[in-house]
T-cell receptor, first 115, second 113 residues
Framework: KNQVEQSPQSLIILEGKNCTLQ??????????LRWYKQDTGRGPVSLTI?????NTKSNGRYTATLDADTKQSSLHITASQLSDSASYIC??????????????FGKGTKLSVIP | EAQVTQNPRYLITVTGKKLTVTCSQN?????MSWYRQDPGLGLRQIYY???????DKGDVPEGYKVSRKEKRNFPLILESPSPNQTSLYFC????????????FGQGTRLTVV
């Protein structure tokens, strides 16, 4: 069964500090992995998307890494800001044949950045 | 501006009263999907559509219906809502399934009493 596990469940950091969120997956056959940021009560917004051949992708202060061998991804946030307070969701896509893909969602990491 | 628009944003209804949540996208995307989000469970896919007149069940389709008569619209229908369908609902679209980063709507908070 395809699964995506995120850790930690929640995290509190001081403004200006860096942090790293983890995503481990057992999804096959792997197509791509995406990180989303979701503000409370709002729709998720895509941060990065990586395919099998990509091991790093950046979007401003957000850097995602992918190790397809160990089936792990991380999202590193540099110099955190109060506006980074949100839930971060890891989503892995698997090709299921006939042009169809199955998405498996992690439950998210809730990040709180405090002054 | 590229966007996915859901309506209504908030809805309180009574058990058994049919309702429709609309979803429209202006990006000419082929793939559209509906999700519900509940505390501790994350996002779960209800239905998805690969293209016009092509729909399929996601992980939690019971109690829901969808239709895709036009490329831009993908309404979610609850024929007989029940309290366990109280949730936050999101519509999403992408150029193709599983490849592009999906665009999500603003969400619809539904309460069934």
């Amino acid at each position: 069964k395809n699964q995506v596990e995120q850790s930690p469940q929640s995290l509190i950091i001081l403004e200006g500090k860096n942090c790293t969120l983890q995503c481990n997956y057992t999804v096959s056959p792997f197509s791509n992995l995406r990180w989303y940021k979701q503000d409370t009560g709002r729709g998720p917004v895509s941060l990065t998307i990586m395919t099998f051949s990509e091991n790093t992708k950046s979007n401003g202060r957000y850097t995602a890494t992918l190790d397809a061998d160990t089936k792990q991804s991380s999202l590193h946030i540099t110099a955190s800001q109060l506006s980074d307070s949100a839930s971060y969701i890891c989503v892995v896509s698997a090709y299921s044949g006939a042009g169809s893909y199955q998405l498996t969602f992690g439950k998210g990491t809730k990040l709180s950045v405090i002054p | 501006e590229a966007q996915v628009t859901q309506n209504p944003r908030y809805l309180i209804t009574v058990t058994g009263k049919k309702l429709t949540v609309t979803c429209s996208q202006n990006m000419n995307h082929e793939y559209m999907s509906w999700y519900r989000q509940d505390p501790g469970l994350g996002l779960r896919q209800i239905y998805y559509s690969m293209n016009v007149e092509v729909t399929d069940k996601g992980d939690v389709p019971e109690g829901y219906k969808v239709s895709r008569k036009e490329k831009r619209n993908f309404p979610l229908i609850l024929e007989s809502p029940s309290p366990n369908q109280t949730s936050l609902y999101f519509c999403a679209s992408s150029l193709s399934a599983g490849v592009e980063g999906a665009f999500f709507g603003q969400g619809t908070r539904l309460t069934v009493v």
